[in-house]
Nanobody, 116 residues
Framework: QVQLVESGGGLVQPGGSLRLSCAAS????????VGWYRQAPGKERELVAQITSGSSTTYADSVKGRFTISRDGAKNMAYLQMNSLKPEDTAVYYC??????????WGQGTQVTVSS
């Protein structure tokens, strides 16, 4: 069973930065994609950023130019660097490893709160 553990969330002021980390129990390069999703209260979970095994990246329009997804295969880690944070970025952030429609794995989530 694949295990994912996110960390790095917290409370930050608008305009600040955070880096989220995701530790995987298996080789992340064996998966087709690594993604970060978020879910705000009363809203559906949404894709924030994704990087494929071929290193193609996708970002939600709302975070383009502010967030950067990366990974370190040697450490089985994925990261989400978040800059210029806004109150609307407040949500629980989840790491996802995607292999196919039947094999998609999630972490427990880490809370990010952007507030003054």
């Amino acid at each position: 069973q694949v295990q994912l553990v996110e960390s790095g969330g917290g409370l930050v002021q608008p305009g600040g930065s955070l880096r989220l980390s995701c530790a995987a129990s298996q080789n992340i390069f064996s998966f087709n994609a690594v993604g970060w999703y978020r879910q705000a209260p009363g809203k559906e979970r949404e894709l924030v950023a994704q990087i494929t095994s071929g290193s193609s990246t996708t970002y939600a329009d709302s975070v383009k130019g502010r967030f950067t997804i990366s990974r370190d295969g040697a450490k089985n880690m994925a990261y989400l660097q978040m800059n210029s944070l806004k109150p609307e970025d407040t949500a629980v952030y989840y790491c996802n490893l995607f292999l196919d429609s039947w094999r998609s794995y999630w972490g427990q989530g880490t809370q990010v709160t952007v507030s003054s």
